[in-house]
């Protein structure tokens, strides 16, 4: 079980450690120890691609089944993404831009920024590797913070502020799945334009995804142009 604050607040813990610790040992919470990485230079240069996953899902039908109140994840993100972590980013952006009104363009790039499904991608190094001053030897694992590195203050200005016009390819990811996600929030929001939050969201329970165990949602008037 991790520590609720750090559940709630991850970004205060990212933030101490790329001030005080930008690469340092820890022990997950299945007993596994890590070469911790939280800088966005030094998460750049480990972080290897990884193969995209294919996502099913029809957005258009997954919508027009949906009746009354609804779960973000369980009715819509999973059935138009399936299992993957791409759901947690349509639920993560739409939760998002339910808290910021006054933004109101779909700039995936930067809802993954800011607040993306992958807190955290874990790497065995194929061979040694110099890191902020320190030689990882091959076969280590190191613990990429996507989170943390993506609100690099070295590398994004006001990395901490959702800002939709910003230019935000550069993030770190490993694969967004742009134009469905984009798809997903864009179609859902023209559906539902008076959709509001139904409660808290609750966050998961996890390191290396990001995003909400679940997040009620209430939809208002449905609009009589779901196209």
């Not at 469905?180 to 329970?205: M, Y």
Request: aromatic share 4%; glycine share 6%; with cysteine.
């Amino acid at each position: 079980m991790l520590d609720e604050k750090y559940i709630q607040d991850r970004h205060t813990m990212h933030r101490w450690l790329r001030s005080q610790a930008p690469i340092c040992e820890a022990q997950l919470p299945d007993g596994q120890w890590v070469w911790l990485i939280s800088r966005y230079a030094d998460a750049a240069e480990a972080l290897r691609p990884s193969p995209v996953v294919p996502v099913p899902g029809d957005v258009d039908d997954v919508l027009a089944g949906i009746d009354g109140d609804f779960d973000l994840l369980a009715d819509f993100a999973r059935p138009v993404a399936g299992d993957h972590a791409v759901a947690h980013l349509i639920v993560n952006g739409v939760v998002n831009l339910l808290r910021h009104p006054d933004q109101t363009r779909v700039n995936v790039a930067e809802l993954s920024r800011h607040d993306g499904p992958y807190g955290m991608a874990l790497r065995t190094t194929p061979d040694t590797i110099a890191l902020a001053g320190i030689d990882i030897a091959a076969g280590e694992t190191v613990a990429v913070l996507l989170g943390s590195a993506n609100r690099d203050p070295a590398r994004f200005d006001r990395p901490d502020d959702l800002d939709l016009a910003r230019d935000a390819t550069e993030r770190l990811t490993l694969g967004d799945h742009e134009n469905l996600v984009a798809e997903a929030i864009t179609k859902l929001r023209r559906r539902f334009p008076s959709l509001t939050l139904n409660g808290e969201p609750t966050r998961l329970d996890d390191v290396i995804v990001n995003g909400y165990a679940a997040a009620p949602v209430s939809p208002g008037p449905t609009s009589a142009d779901p196209a």
